[in-house]
Every structure is written in structure tokens, then in C-alpha cells.
């Protein structure tokens, strides 16, 4: 079974600087998905970001990017020019492609602080 | 446009109440899970359908049942609460294709005293 790992349960970052979150996951297949979810204190999951496998361009959305190494089976977040509103907690995740309905898999999430 | 919305959004039981969470999704999307957060355990699965009248286990079913009557509504029920089942609890969908996008609910917080 795939699992995922975040190694980082906290971080901080000052207001307009950059921070990585970390995120590796165990798999055997070639081709899946990975995604970054954000969860502010409202608790709604949002989307960040997402990559596909087989695509070795690095995703990017405006100051969030990742930093994907497949042979290293990581996969991390920067974020850049970090505002008060990415305080939250970020969950990676992974998801086969091998049938349609498999569920994502979560890592335990890493809570980020933006100190002003 | 809705989305995934969960009822209710907070409840208190008692050890050895029942209750149903109810999850509605208006994007016709074939698969919907349910999931538990709880500190420091991220997101774990505890069933899933794929598809109306299908469900099936996930990481951590034991205490809860499921039904999937109508395509949009996923329910998920507990029997007997218990105060190991404290947590927050959160429905999504997906379409078919595993590299769309999981649509959450807005979650609800359980506590069983």
C-alpha cells in the first residue's frame, strides 16, 4: 500500500519569504498523482496544487510551486513571497491511477505559521 | 453550485448514542469517501463507494457503516458512539479520472463524551 510522509509536523516562516514543506511517499507503480491540499482554520480542504507523474515539468500556481523528484519519491511545496492568509496546515497526498476510484492517501500534515 | 456539503456541522453524543452523518454532492461525481482527522493522524479513509449501491472499507472502518442509496448522498453512521470516535470528520467526491481534483465538505466536528 502507498503511503505518504511528511516529515515536518510545524514550521514557521517570516511574512514575504520563502518556506519548503517536505513530503515523500512510498509507491511501486510508475504513474500516479500527487497533490498539496491547504487547510486554513475554517477547516475547508483547498486545493493547491497538483502533478502528474509522467510530466517532468515541475507544476506551479502563481507563489505556490513543487519540487518534484520521482526517483527520490519526493515531493515538496514552495511556497514564495508568504503572506499571513498561507497560515494553515498542508496536506500532501497521493493517488493511484491504476483504477478510478481509489481514494487519496494522506500524509499527516505539517502546520505552517507566518510570523508578521 | 453547492459542492459537498456535510450535516450537521457539530454534535455531541453520549456513549452508545447513534447517529447519521450525511454527505450531498450536486456535481454527479461517481466516487465519494469519508474520512477522520485527528491531530497529528492526518486524513485517514474509513469507507468509500464507488458508485451508487457499492461502498467499501477503508483504513479504519471498525464502529461505522455506510450506505450509498442515491448517487449524491453518502451517509455514514455510528451504531454505538464511543469517545474513541471523537473527531472531525470530512466527505469528499472525485470523478472517475484519479488525477481530478477530490472536492471536500466543510467538515464536522463529533464528540462523544
Known amino acids: 500500500a502507498q503511503t505518504v510522509t511528511q516529515s515536518q509536523p510545524e514550521m514557521s516562516v517570516q511574512e514575504a519569504e520563502t518556506v519548503t514543506l517536505s513530503c515523500t511517499y512510498d509507491?511501486?507503480?510508475?504513474?500516479?498523482?500527487l497533490f498539496w491540499y491547504k487547510q486554513p482554520p475554517s477547516r475547508q480542504m483547498i486545493l493547491v496544487i497538483r502533478?502528474?507523474?509522467?510530466?517532468?515539468q515541475n507544476a506551479t500556481e502563481n507563489r505556490f510551486s513543487v519540487n518534484f523528484q520521482k526517483a527520490a519519491k519526493s515531493f515538496s511545496l514552495k511556497i514564495s513571497d508568504s503572506q499571513l492568509g498561507d497560515a494553515a496546515m498542508y496536506f500532501c497526498a497521493y493517488r493511484s491511477p491504476n483504477s478510478g476510484n481509489t481514494p487519496l492517501v494522506f500524509g499527516k500534515g505539517t502546520r505552517l505559521s507566518v510570523i508578521a | 453550485n453547492a459542492g459537498v456539503t456535510q450535516t450537521p456541522k457539530f454534535r455531541v453524543l453520549k456513549t452508545g448514542q447513534s447517529m447519521t452523518l450525511l454527505c450531498a454532492q450536486d456535481?454527479?461525481?461517481?466516487?465519494m469517501y469519508w474520512y477522520r482527522q485527528d491531530p497529528g493522524m492526518g486524513l485517514r479513509l474509513i469507507h468509500y463507494?464507488?458508485?451508487?449501491?457499492?461502498?467499501a472499507k477503508g483504513e479504519v472502518p471498525d464502529g461505522y457503516n455506510v450506505s450509498r442509496l442515491k448517487k449524491q448522498n453518502f451517509l455514514l453512521g455510528l451504531e454505538s458512539a464511543a469517545p474513541s470516535q471523537t473527531s472531525v470528520y470530512f466527505c469528499?467526491?472525485?470523478?472517475?479520472?484519479?488525477?481530478?481534483?477530490?472536492?471536500f465538505g466543510q467538515g464536522t466536528r463529533l464528540t462523544v463524551v
Open positions: 509507491t511501486s507503480e510508475s504513474d500516479y498523482y
Open positions: 469528499a467526491s472525485t470523478k472517475g479520472r484519479a488525477n481530478t481534483e477530490a472536492f
Open positions: 502533478q502528474e507523474a509522467y510530466k517532468q
Open positions: 463507494s464507488v458508485g451508487e449501491g457499492t461502498t
Open positions: 456535481m454527479n461525481h461517481e466516487y
